[in-house]
């Protein structure tokens, strides 16, 4: 199940979602909003998405990790919008028969969704200057 | 490559009484009509390329000669304005003439915006392969322009009754003339009229949307930009393209990742009218 969204995110019902009796183990990861990176102080994100591109890929993803590992049941939803500290960004859920597959199915989706969705985080930091944030981008 | 070197004659000396304005000076992917073709005509293989423009008093008649010369053609400017297409070429096979006969040249009037230079070359492999034949293109249906003719046959032009044109030279030579094919129906699509231009604007100069987000986005001020360019075209052409018509996104050009229909694209990526278009800048979700 893949879902990009502007409203908050609930974590608990999708772990809820991917239970199966077949399975022996979920794994759930979630983003949030941090507020120190390094020393510099963040004080909301906002989430941009290219949606139909987007959930394109989300979706090949759980296409691919579903040939790579026996996953039962897969949530991948991602938030779009303005959001505070502590606030859910992105929530993983995956259940598979047996833990050490849930947890490298959970973790291969999570850290390739990061390198290939076309989403883009814009930090507001402590000072009110607002940066987005592109990894390998040098400046103009 | 081909090798095959003939003359070209391009009779640019029209009254363009129809569209109201000299077509030659047309403008067509941003540069005048007459550059188009004798570009075309360079590439496909046609050296010289002469021009004959109306007189120097004409108002059209300088510019047409510069944007002529500028596209790397010789021009020949005569006194009085000619009075037919068919006068145009006369002067310019005299000249042809008196520069050492060529085997035959290629005619290409200097209003076909259809021309390119593959089409040249296929026109010019052929007369090769055929010493002594006329080489018509044949498109949507009918012969059209240009065409390849010997010299013998041009030496007969200034003989041919007042009141016929070149074709005349067809009509009493059948067993001489080839057709060939060309898969390229707008060779044949004339420019004569403000309706035709308009027609030859859509065509050639195809609209594509392109989304932008982030980093893109807030340096457009825009969710969205116009980018003016023939298509089909490729990723790479875009980026070019992008730079120049979108200078506030010109550093972002050479290396942002382009998706083409919700897809990576690599510069060899072929953009095809319709396509959905998107600059994505280093993402970071999550």
Request: proline share 10%; charged share 25%.
């Amino acid at each position: 199940m893949i879902e990009i969204t502007e409203a908050p995110i609930d974590h608990a019902a999708l772990t809820e979602r991917v239970r199966s009796n077949r399975a022996g183990a979920i794994c759930t990861f979630l983003g949030t909003v941090r507020e120190l990176t390094g020393d510099r102080q963040t004080l909301a994100l906002d989430y941009e998405a290219y949606p139909e591109m987007a959930l394109k890929k989300l979706a090949e993803l759980e296409q691919e990790a579903r040939k790579r590992w026996p996953i039962i049941e897969a949530a991948i939803v991602h938030r779009v919008g303005h959001l505070d500290l502590g606030e859910i960004s992105v929530v993983v859920a995956v259940s598979c028969p047996h833990r050490n597959e849930a947890f490298e199915a959970c973790r291969w989706l999570i850290d390739t969704l990061k390198q290939v969705a076309p989403i883009w985080k814009r930090e507001t930091w402590a000072d009110g200057s607002h940066e987005w944030v592109h990894p390998g981008l040098r400046g103009p | 490559m081909s090798s095959i070197t003939i003359p070209a004659i391009v009779p640019a000396a029209g009254k363009s009484r129809r569209m109201g304005r000299p077509k030659p000076l047309l403008p067509f992917d941003g540069q005048p009509l007459i550059g188009r073709v004798v570009t075309a005509l360079r590439l496909g293989g046609a050296s010289p390329v002469l021009v004959v423009t109306p007189p120097a008093q004409a108002a059209e008649g300088p510019p047409i000669a510069e944007a002529a010369r500028q596209a790397g053609a010789a021009v020949i400017t005569p006194a009085h304005w000619p009075a037919e297409m068919r006068e145009s070429a006369e002067i310019a096979i005299e000249q042809l003439g008196r520069d050492g006969p060529p085997s035959g040249f290629i005619l290409a009037p200097g209003d076909i915006p259809g021309i390119t230079p593959e089409i040249v070359r296929w026109l010019l492999e052929r007369s090769a392969k055929a010493p002594g034949s006329i080489v018509i293109p044949r498109a949507a249906g009918r012969r059209t322009h240009p065409i390849v003719l010997p010299w013998d046959l041009a030496r007969q032009i200034p003989t041919l009754p007042r009141h016929q044109g070149i074709n005349a030279l067809m009509t009493a030579h059948p067993e001489r003339v080839i057709e060939i094919e060309v898969a390229h129906p707008e060779l044949a699509d004339e420019l004569n009229t403000p309706e035709d231009l308009e027609r030859w604007r859509r065509r050639l100069r195809s609209v594509l949307t392109i989304r932008l987000f982030a980093v893109a986005r807030e340096r457009a001020g825009r969710a969205e930009i116009e980018i003016n360019l023939p298509l089909p075209t490729t990723v790479a052409e875009l980026r070019l393209v992008l730079a120049l018509q979108h200078p506030e996104l010109a550093a972002l050009a050479p290396s942002v990742s382009i998706a083409v229909d919700s897809e990576y694209a690599t510069d060899a990526t072929l953009i095809l009218p319709g396509a959905q278009v998107a600059l994505i800048p280093p993402v970071s979700g999550g």
